[in-house]
């Protein structure tokens, strides 16, 4: 797999429920960052993950990482149907320049 | 709350054209960037940009594409001569120059369209 996979590639559920979406990767990185992009839109930064922290949470959001197996997992929690998104997994090696996961598009049923 | 901005949203090209796409990065912000993303596909690094020189380009980033900070505040990204293939929503997104702190901040893009 390429630098910064995501999977599922597409994730459905209902309103309420808990969304996983995993990260691999296959170099070692410096941070990795959690976008959305909401259809045709920008990017919004989500959260980032220093390759020295193991969790983070913001709000309804939890991030995993585990860079012995080099993954992480983005956990939305009781999910609303605006968190209907792609989610994007990016990885910083310490060059700045961000490597792009395919995404996972999620679909959250009201 | 600061954002990156870009204009235009939308730009219609034909083949062989120059385009340039224009970016106002968040102020206090010191390196900027440029990716792009064809349709259905990842979102591909092109090109960072600190101290008035590019620092990393990708193997997409040839010599029909340029980028300029013109002024204090703009931030270009130039296609001199436009290919069907170049057709993408291209993000310009910047960071703070802390490296214990490099999330990146998008703008809402510009979607190109060579026709």
């Known amino acids: 797999s390429q630098q910064g996979e995501e999977d599922p590639q597409a994730l459905s559920i209902q309103e309420g429920e808990n969304a996983t979406m995993n990260c691999s990767y296959k170099?070692?990185?410096?941070?990795l960052q959690w976008y959305r992009q909401n259809s045709g839109r920008g990017l919004v930064h989500l959260i980032l993950?220093?390759?020295?922290?193991r969790e983070k949470h913001s709000g309804r959001l939890r991030v995993t990482l585990d860079t012995s197996k080099k993954s992480s997992s983005l956990l939305i929690t009781a999910s609303r149907a605006a968190d209907t998104a792609s989610y994007f997994c990016?990885?910083?090696?310490?060059?700045?320049?961000?490597?792009f996961g395919s995404g996972t598009r999620l679909q959250v049923q009201p | 709350e600061p954002e990156v901005t870009q204009t235009p949203s939308h730009q219609v090209t034909q083949m062989g054209q120059e385009v340039i796409l224009r970016c106002v990065p968040i102020?206090?912000?010191?390196?900027f960037y440029w990716y792009r993303q064809i349709l259905g596909q990842k979102v591909e690094f092109l090109v960072s940009?600190?101290?008035?020189?590019?620092?990393?380009k990708s193997e997409i980033f040839d010599d029909q594409f340029s980028v300029e900070r013109p002024d204090g505040s703009n931030f270009t990204l130039k296609i001199r001569s436009t290919k069907l293939e170049d057709s993408a929503m291209y993000f310009c997104?910047?960071?703070?120059?802390?490296?214990?702190?490099?999330?990146?901040?998008f703008g809402q893009g510009t979607r190109l369209t060579v026709v």
């Open positions: 997104a910047s960071s703070a120059a802390d490296n214990s702190n490099t999330e990146a901040f």
């Open positions: 170099t070692s990185i410096n941070n």
């Open positions: 993950i220093r390759s020295n922290e």
């Open positions: 990016a990885t910083d090696t310490g060059r700045r320049a961000l490597t």
């Open positions: 102020s206090n912000h010191l390196y």
């Open positions: 940009f600190y101290n008035n020189e590019i620092s990393e």
